[in-house]
């Protein structure tokens, strides 16, 4: 079933406002037909519609997270720490979160998270301590950007 010209509205996007069934970013043409969009430049009733990504981010929701160590860190040397990436954005979007939150979204298709040790070495108010550069660099592999937001932080 093809829809008239009047009710499919055609437009084009580079990828940055809907998603294919796969949750990869869409480039191409598509059809607006009754508030849905469709791939291609003809709606024939028989695609999927395309996901529009706006409506999946629940970014509002997580909240940024700054690290500080506890007595309990020291005495285990390291710990976890916790970093998600939102994967349709530019520039990088990228920062600490907590376990919590890591928990709630390890899965989503959207973003890209990452557990990296951190090494505690003293103590005091600010903790100090370091991330392996070889896990970090391969971190940085599945999570770009990684490596240069934790950079003051490599052993």
Known sequence: MRAPK?????????????????????????????????????????AKPLILASSLV??????????????????????LRYFIKYIHTVPIYLKEIDVTTYNKVKNNPLYQTTALTFTIYSQGHVAGGYFDIDEVEQADKKMSGIKLYLQDELL
């Open 6 to 46: 009047n009710i499919a509205k055609v437009n084009y996007t580079i990828g940055e406002k809907y998603l294919d069934s796969n949750y990869n970013p869409y480039v191409g043409y598509y059809c607006e037909v009754k508030g849905k969009a469709y791939p291609g430049k003809v709606y024939t009733g028989l």
């Open 58 to 79: 629940k970014d509002n929701n997580i909240k940024g997270y700054v690290f500080t160590s506890t007595k309990d860190d020291y005495q285990k040397d390291s710990i």
